[in-house]
């Protein structure tokens, strides 16, 4: 259900950045990890997460720290995850843009149910996305294009690259962060094969691929996806 969806956990003591990423990894998100706040904020602008799962107590930059940064530019769901339990480190942390405050101990069961409801209500991804007046349906959880009412039928590297550019839309993205998380890191074919399955993609979807409206390319970039988006 959450497959491509990315989390970004920062967290510096290795038992439990690794329990709470494996427990992520088995629920279909893909997971980048940091134990310190500078690698935290590199792998923010190169990972692009979806959701940020951030310890406050790290031993270069402080969380909140990190916090105020990422919201100087995002509005990306944050989970702050701390031994802070007192009052008023908790209103410190929504006041800097925290959606989630859980204190350690904690179940990592219910933390992934955190993530998951977060992502649903921040990405509506267990509801049909609707794109330029209905023209386009994208239904996430069965996998279904819709375009004006009709099934496209679109190969899984197809699906995946439209998922990741409707699931940020008006995001640049360049060739190889296509091919780094569409087909891996240890892909080692031709990142121009991007270029063909994007024609092919605006073949399917758009009403005149030479012109598209949806997939759009980012001159010296790569593409993006500029349809207008409703719920």
Do not use: W
């Not at 995850?81 to 179940?107: C, H, M, R, W």
């Not at 190969?155 to 993205?173: G, K, M």
Request: hydrophobic content about 40%; overall charge positive.
């Amino acid at each position: 259900m959450y497959k491509n969806f990315r989390v970004l956990i920062i967290e510096d003591e290795t038992s439990i950045l690794n329990v709470i990423a494996s427990y992520l990894e088995n629920a279909q998100y893909e997971i980048a990890t940091a134990m310190c706040g500078q690698c935290a904020l590199n792998l923010f602008h190169t990972f692009n997460p979806h959701l940020i799962i951030l310890d406050l107590m790290l031993p270069d930059l402080s969380g909140e720290t990190i916090c105020e940064k990422i919201r100087k530019s995002s509005d990306i769901p944050i989970i702050i995850l701390t031994a802070k339990s007192d009052e008023s480190s908790k209103i410190k942390g929504f006041t800097l843009g925290a959606d989630e405050y859980v204190t350690k101990p904690f179940s990592v069961k219910v933390l992934v149910k955190r993530v998951d409801s977060l992502i649903k209500r921040c990405y509506n991804t267990l509801s049909t996305f609707s794109f330029n007046q209905g023209k386009l349906l994208i239904d996430h959880q069965k996998r279904l294009i819709l375009k004006n009412n009709i099934p496209v039928n679109l190969t899984p590297s197809e699906y995946d690259i439209l998922f990741l550019l409707t699931s940020n839309p008006y995001v640049a993205f360049s060739r190889k962060m296509i091919v780094e998380k569409i087909l891996g890191h240890d892909y080692n074919g031709y990142e121009r094969i991007i270029d063909t399955h994007i024609k092919n993609l605006r073949k399917k979807i758009e009403d005149h691929p030479k012109d598209p409206k949806y997939i759009l390319t980012v001159f010296g970039v790569g593409y993006k996806f500029g349809g207008s988006h409703e719920y």
